[in-house]
């Protein structure tokens, strides 16, 4: 019953209206070829099989789950997974972003941003077996040896190996610096890695033939805490100098997780036992290596809450508008039918048109963050690539909280759309709301998100990240504040920025006097920065959507991308009034009651 149709036209505006990523991209050497045509037929191909191979799959996937052979250890995906894997592999689609030194076609991350949305909507929990890969490829990219980068991204690349991260164990969760796997040097420059590790996506399957896990472990006499992690390449199977596989590692799946949701992927608990691994970078820096590979997985995250949301609305759209219920209150407006549509009812259009702002707007976001992420990587001035990569920096937790909270909201207005069928498995509604759960609780939960925006990424460096994007909006203000038609839009966008910079001072002024009231605003903070954000994005939309319509544009997407964007700024950007005045509230109220009375 459910269906999904890639949201192509919307992502070729922001890519080419909005933002003009063949401009952004035209001194970067790698990618002055790519054109707008190369772009929008790569994921024109791509949406096909998103939608034709990958959809069919999701619901079936959902209830089959992943099964594991407790004598060998061995995991089979849902029906079907391996067979797409294959077609995913034989397309080239592995290698999309990959450098064309390791067998990559060497297009854009952002190309590669907008492909993934499209898999997510499809099916997340299949996306994540060969997503997973990507921060594995970027991780050995940044911190391998050349033999590891010859040995392991080629496979990587062609998608003949996928990758997974290993990080916490079952008495850990976030605190890694409480890890206990042991890493003892066996003298011959590798490793035997003994210990537990928990929630590993993607651990154990049957889809491709070697898995490459990256292992956190602690070497001899290493320091206590996080300074004392190091970083280990641990395969499935052994490699040989050759290429080829050899014996098989000693790491195995022990269980796999029942979970609410995300069914078709397997989360297993791998058990280490005298495993070899190859370390990666420098003994006791593990952290910086790996942090390359979770940041990734954040903006992944955050991307999979946006396929979540534009698969959810469009179904939640066609079964408004198939359903009939009960009158208009304001009189019938399907008089030959027993009923109207339900979506001639304003509350059901409140969360329809809730979930299309929330997927237009965090695909403007993803999508401008993911070129910044091109240039700090790729641009040949160096200035630049430092200024793109702070502000990859300050918007990533923006993107894994902001647009995973809002993926969760709009699941689960979609679901509501739907009443009682919404709550029935074969509809495919409850699965999405099921789905996006994970994704506000994984690669670090959303208040750690937002504890490292508000500490690490602006009070650390008083604010400076923070004003430099503050900078942009500022000038956006005023070239087009003097515009009447934008009025609408710049007026509350210039509010937002006021409120947000004195916001920030206030809790920096708290913070120098007690530090926990960093975490007493940090979750309402990052809510309130993620609107800032949002609003930007709709005011640049309602820019280009307006400039259209001037030069005679009667194409009804720019009337409905103005529609929304006045949605967003009348009915979603008000939230911020409320968790502003909890911001405020600080930290006593949360601390006043003895644990006691808990």
Known sequence: MAQYNPPLRDMQFVLHEVIDVVNEFKDIAAYAEVDADTINAVLEEGGKFASEVLFPLNISGDA?????????????????????????????????????????????????????????????????????????????QAHGTEEQKKTYLPKLTSGEWTGTMCLTEPHCGTDLG???????????????????????????????????HLVLARLPDAPQGSKGIS?????????????????????????????????????????????????????????????????????GVGNQSLGLTEVAYQNAVAYAKDRIQMRSLSGPKAPDKPADPIIVHPDVRKMLLTARAFAEGGR?????????????LHHPDEAVRKECDDEVALLTPIIKAFLTDNGWLAT?????????????????????????????????????????????????????????????IAEFVEDEGVREDMQEFINPLGDIGDKVTKLTTEIGMKAFQNPDEVGAAAVDYLRVVGH???????????????????????????????????????????????????????????????????
Not at 193 to 210: C, P, R, Y
Not at 274 to 289: R, S
Not at 425 to 447: C, K, L, P, S
Not at 557 to 568: G, N, Q, V
Request: glycine share 10%; with cysteine; net charge neutral.
């Open 412 to 472: 689960s207005h979609c679901m509501q759309v739907y009443g009682g069928h919404g709550y029935i498995h074969e509809w495919g509604m409850e699965q999405f709301v099921r789905d996006a759960r994970i994704n506000m609780i994984y690669e670090g939960t959303n208040t750690v998100q937002s504890l490292d925006l508000l500490g690490r990424k602006i009070l650390s460096d008083n604010g400076k990240k923070l004003k430099a994007f503050g900078k942009k």
């Open 178 to 212: 409480l890890l206990r796997t042991k890493a003892e040097p066996l003298g011959d420059g590798t490793y035997k890695i003994t210990g537990q590790k928990i929630f590993i996506s993607a651990g154990e399957h049957d889809l491709a033939e070697n898995i490459i």
């Open 364 to 376: 403007a976001l993803a999508i401008h963050t993911v070129v910044q992420l091109d240039k700090a």
């Open 231 to 299: 970083l280990f390449i641990v395969p499935k199977f052994k490699v040989n100098a050759d290429g080829s596989l050899g014996a098989r590692n000693g790491i195995h799946c022990n269980a796999l997780e029942h979970k609410m949701g995300i069914h078709g992927n397997a989360t297993c608990q791998l058990i280490l036992e005298d495993a070899v691994g190859t370390l990666v970078g420098e003994p006791n820096k593990g952290l910086m290596a790996m942090f390359v590979m979770m940041n990734a997985a954040r903006l």
């Open 532 to 598: 800032l954000t949002f609003a930007y994005f709709f005011a640049r939309m309602a820019k280009v959507a307006l400039d259209a319509q001037k030069a005679g544009n009667t194409d009804p997407f720019y009337t409905a991308k103005l529609i929304t964007a006045r949605f967003y700024f009348a009915k979603l950007l008000p939230e911020t009034a409320g968790l502003i005045r909890s911001c405020r509230a600080g930290l006593q109220p949360l601390m006043a009651m003895d644990e006691a009375l808990f």
């Open 64 to 140: 089959e789950g992943c099964t594991l052979d407790k004598t060998t250890h061995d995991v089979k995906a849902p029906k079907g997974f391996k067979e797409a894997y294959a077609k995913y592999v034989e397309g080239g689609w592995p290698a999309l972003s990959c450098d064309p030194a390791y067998g990559g076609q060497g297009l854009p991350h952002t190309v590669n941003q907008c492909f993934y949305e499209m898999l997510n909507s499809a099916n997340q929990a299949w996306t994540m077996y060969p997503g997973l890969s990507h921060g594995a490829y970027e991780a050995l």
